[in-house]
């Protein structure tokens, strides 16, 4: 009995060290992770806001890696939201953007800094430029509808018929876009545009590793094997098959040589609201409505 | 049902060495690399053989059955990002590599794993366009990668171990390789990435059994040497010219084609007047000594990124020996081969910076072309008329398939100080908000004419390479995921396999116990297709 027991007790002096090396090297990690995630930069103030270079050189770097998606000037381009707004989507301080840069947005086309496969990443000084650059663009006074929202309210529900294809807030069509943060993400003009010539500028894929969700919006017609003509839009396509919903929201799943025609075109199926449709007042009731829903 | 090799080899005679050679697991010698048409069940460099043909003889799979290929095995790589890798295939094993400087050997059959290798990559590397690789060489009993740190690694065939672990130079300096390597007698050919950081190009030839560095050539002129003057001021110093894509050998003159990329920075000539040799051009050079033998500059004084690193193919007619090369200015350029001389450029794509040619015949850019502060649109756009993924030769049909993508771009300048290990492009691009949406085509051009014969076109740009076969098919993937065999007579497509991601790669063939695999990297996924 008593052999045993010193063995027990000489073994267990061994695992006693080790847990306390254990435990100091585990307090070293977290000491470490807790340094590193400082250095990797969550402070919550840019630590460049108040150098004057910063923005200028912020702009170049916006160029070459936003532009492609935020247009010239971040007011948002065919692919990306408008920048320059004071009220982001998803988040507006300055830690927010950095952590957006960095780690991309999930559940958008926003990749991670040095992700997109194409071009070099950022570093972290190059992102706190172009977040100088952001600020010294933003408009400063959030925007104020010109129009009256209650008004635009009744219009999209009602006489202008914009809810038998978009949604908002879960209550719509399905045929267009959902329109519940659309205001978020394009300038009032591209919103006037897009309702006054809805051709002009159809969503835009993306051609390259982020192109994973497809859909333009395009309008397709098919004809059947057995002669039924089908009107609608893509939902998706590749070369040998078309997904896509017709107009009363049936979901349409085709091999594309098995049809007799097939059409697309991006000539919206969203008829163009001119002003003997829609005058320019009660558009800017609609656009505030949007502008409303936005940014609750 | 038609034999497994082409009828033009002698069939019975292959297959025994094929038998023979599963059984044994030769060594792969420099014999077997020179004569790599005669074993059509391996594949043993990155385009197939030293010509950069892409072409594969096997015709058991062909235009008669391709429509009933099936897939028959998937390998994961469990890893994200862009999967570039060709696999090679020796005596019955798949030797390949993944994202994040993976590399591994497989059952050829069955897609199992012999062995894995991670390479361990430092955190601040400096990867300008995915942490991706392309490809490994087999030479002897080794294979041997490039990775993103700058390292070359010989590797065990066998097990994977390491065999040596050169450090070619520094990575923090924007250096990286991510091309496939070339074996060529006992050296290993390595040329680097790092056109977006401002570095000095170089291609270096290493001992493959200790990884000494027998040479290296320069692709931006140091002071007193030749091409030296086309440089502005220090402009040579972060001159760029990498050399990221594999070449091509040529045994009987013992040289190395291999081609260039962009000058540095990649879209702003200011600060680096001349033509900024040797970036975007062809390369002859001596393959025991390095020393340069000719050149070819396709775009002078770049300022689109249109490295030229795209696969040149040598053909052969007659007395003639030329080389090819698909350029991604859009222009589809034939050489001599023993001079560099131009012998032809035809533009396979759209082109709006040019609109004449100089004495030689070399396509010059026009007036509209430059980038400007407020932008400019050119054509083709910033990832080219087509790029790293490779073209296949077909000397069956005589035809020189390449992807193509049509999309222009505004080019803005954005100018941007040297920093050491910061990107360094001086310019944007965008695309046109009138710009049509992007698309892309296969399209096969006669060399003798440099005429469009035809165009299979894919919905979007696609970066998947060509093969061809001897069956009388062409293999190439799309950007939404789909294999598609085509006709490679007509371009008419006859099979497609939906594989869940987008194909950054170019397909290969082997066969293994008789049986003929035709194989591509998608998404994630390393996928091999055969008759059921």
């Known amino acids: ?88 989507r998803h988040g507006d301080s300055d830690a927010d953007l950095f952590q957006n840069i960095t780690q991309g947005i999930p559940g958008t086309v926003m990749p991670a800094n040095g992700t997109n496969g194409q071009g070099v990443g950022m570093t972290d000084d190059e992102i706190w430029q172009i977040i100088a650059y952001l600020r010294s663009v ?28 978009h949604m ?49 919006y395009e309008t397709v017609t098919v004809v059947t094997a057995d002669g039924q003509k089908l009107k609608g839009v893509t939902l998706n396509e590749d070369r040998f098959t078309l997904q896509m919903m017709d107009t009363t929201e049936q979901i349409h799943l085709f091999e594309k040589d098995k049809l007799r025609s097939i059409q697309t075109s991006r000539k919206s199926m969203m008829p163009s609201y001119d002003l003997t449709i829609l005058s320019d007042h009660d558009l800017d009731d609609i656009v505030a409505y949007l502008l409303n829903v936005s940014t609750k | 049902m038609r034999a497994l090799i082409s009828n033009k080899l002698p069939a019975i005679v292959l297959l025994i060495v094929a038998a ?33 043909h892409r072409f594969s003889t096997l015709d058991q799979v062909n235009t008669t059955n391709a429509h009933s290929l ?45 062995w894995l290798f991670q390479h361990q990559l430092p955190s601040d590397i400096r990867p300008c366009c995915g942490r991706v690789n392309r490809g490994l060489a087999i030479l002897g009993d080794k294979v041997f990668l490039g990775t993103l740190d700058a390292h070359v690694i010989a590797l065990d065939a066998k097990t994977g171990n390491i065999i040596w672990d050169v450090a070619a130079v520094d ?32 291609i270096d030839a290493y001992d493959a059994n200790t990884g000494q560095r027998k040479w290296r050539f320069y692709t931006v002129p140091g002071p007193g ?47 680096r007047a001349g033509d900024n040799l040797y970036s975007n051009s062809l390369l002859a050079l001596d393959a025991d000594t390095g020393k340069l033998n000719w050149y070819f500059q396709f775009t002078k004084h770049d300022e689109h990124d249109w490295d030229a690193t795209q696969v040149p193919i040598m053909i052969d007619s007659g007395d003639k020996h030329l080389i090819a090369q698909a350029n991604r200015n859009g222009f589809f350029y034939v050489l001599d081969r023993a001079t560099g001389k131009l012998l032809s450029a035809n533009a396979y794509s759209r082109t709006t910076w040019t609109d004449n040619k100089d004495a030689e015949g070399r396509p010059i850019p026009n007036n509209q072309s430059s980038p400007t502060p407020e932008g400019r649109t ?74 469009v014969k035809w165009e299979f076109r894919h919905l979007s740009p696609t970066w998947s390479g060509v093969l061809s076969t001897a069956g009388g098919l062409l293999f190439t993937g799309d950007a939404e995921g789909n294999f598609i065999a085509l006709d490679a007579a007509s371009g008419k497509p006859l099979w497609h396999f939906q594989m869940g991601g987008a194909v950054y790669a170019s397909p290969m063939a082997f066969a293994v116990d008789g049986k003929q695999y035709i194989a591509i990297a998608a998404g994630s996924s390393l996928y091999a297709f055969a008759l059921p």
């Open chain 1, 1 to 88: 009995m008593l052999t045993p027991t010193v063995c027990r007790q000489k073994k267990s002096s061994f695992p006693i060290s080790r847990r306390v090396l254990l435990s100091i090297l585990l307090g070293l990690l977290a000491l470490a992770a807790l340094l590193s995630s400082s250095t990797v930069a969550q402070e919550s103030r840019n630590p460049l806001s108040t150098d004057p270079k910063a923005a200028k050189a912020g702009e170049f770097e916006f160029r070459i890696n936003c532009a492609f998606c935020h247009g010239l000037g971040a007011r948002g381009g065919g692919r990306g939201p408008d920048l320059t707004r004071a009220h982001k």
């Open chain 1, 138 to 165: 933003q408009v400063q006074s959030p925007l104020k509808p010109i129009g009256n929202p209650a008004h635009g309210k009744d219009l999209f529900y009602g006489d202008a018929n914009c809810s038998s294809c």
């Open chain 1, 168 to 216: 908002v807030e879960g209550k719509g069509g399905r045929l267009g876009p959902d329109l519940s943060s659309v205001a978020t993400a394009r300038t009032v003009e591209s919103l006037i545009e897009s309702v006054r010539n809805p051709s002009q500028r159809l969503a835009w894929g993306l051609t390259e590793s982020t192109k994973e969700f497809a859909q333009e």
């Open chain 2, 20 to 52: 023979v050679a599963v059984k044994t697991q030769a060594q792969v010698t420099f014999e077997r690399l020179l004569n790599a048409s005669k074993e059509p069940q391996n594949w043993l460099t990155y385009s197939g053989n030293y010509a950069g």
């Open chain 2, 70 to 114: 099936v897939a028959k095995w998937v390998y994961q790589t469990a890893a994200t990002g862009k999967f570039e890798t060709t696999p090679l295939v020796a005596d019955g094993i798949l030797y390949a590599t993944g994202q994040d400087d993976r590399a591994f050997a497989l059952d050829a059959r069955t897609g199992r794993p012999i």
């Open chain 2, 171 to 202: 990575y923090k300096q924007g250096y990286s390789f991510t091309l496939a390597p070339l074996a060529v007698k006992n050296l290993v050919i390595f040329g680097v990435s790092g056109g977006e950081y401002g570095i000095r190009g170089f």
């Open chain 2, 225 to 271: 040497e030749p091409g030296h003057e086309t440089w502005e001021g220090d402009s040579w110093k972060i001159g760029g010219a990498p050399a990221w894509v594999t070449g091509v050998y040529d045994p009987r003159t013992n040289q190395l084609f291999w081609p260039t990329g962009n000058p540095a920075p990649s879209n702003r000539g200011e600060g």
């Open chain 2, 378 to 451: 050119v054509c083709p756009g910033a990832l080219g008329a087509t790029n790293w993924m490779s073209p296949s030769f077909d000397s069956q049909t005589g035809l020189f398939y390449v992807t193509a993508r049509e999309q222009c771009d505004i080019f803005s300048t954005a100018p941007q100080p040297y920093e050491v290990g910061h990107a360094y492009y001086g310019s944007a691009y965008f695309p046109s908000d009138k710009a049509e949406p992007y698309w892309g085509a296969l399209r096969a051009i006669d060399p003798a004419t440099g005429q």
